[in-house]
């Protein structure tokens, strides 16, 4: 799961080191605990990442779904928006993975996600750009990816979907 939680015009992104040593900004999120509910998972790693608590979730904004063929994964998340949150930023990721965490205005935040998977880069900048559009079905805009190789580094990602772009 993921989270967008904004402060005037500004989103919120965290630095996670990867264990290749790569430093990746991306929004707070990560891994639903078995038994855990998605957005009961989504607060807890955001408390957990950057201390701050959020009070309530909008319905999903879109899905991400990543296709691990080399790997034989196959990563699926949503990501909603927080309607209210609270706190003051702290740094005390548990899993040590979190290095710095801020508030970023759209141009240093598209440029912080250049470091981020294309996954996770182009849908949040579609969100930040207002080019998130209805799908059928249940309305929930859904990005679709393969990524191919064993190499986090090297993975060669391509967009499944027509979608936006």
Known sequence: VGGLLTEQCSTLLVANRRRDGRLEWTPPGGVVDHGEASLDALSREVVEETGL?????SEALYRVTVDF????????V?????RSWHGDLVLDDPDDI????????PDEARWLLATAPRWVREPVTAWMSGFLSEEPGDGVPHFEYVARGSNP?????????????
Do not use: N
Not at 53 to 57: C, K, R
């Open 69 to 76: 063929p080399d790997r034989y994964m196959l990563l699926g």
């Open 153 to 165: 580094s090297d993975l060669v990602v391509e967009r499944r979907d027509a979608g936006v772009d």
């Open 53 to 57: 608590t959020v009070d309530g979730w």
């Open 78 to 82: 949503e990501v909603h928006l927080a």
């Open 98 to 105: 979190v290095e710095d965490a801020r508030f970023a205005d």
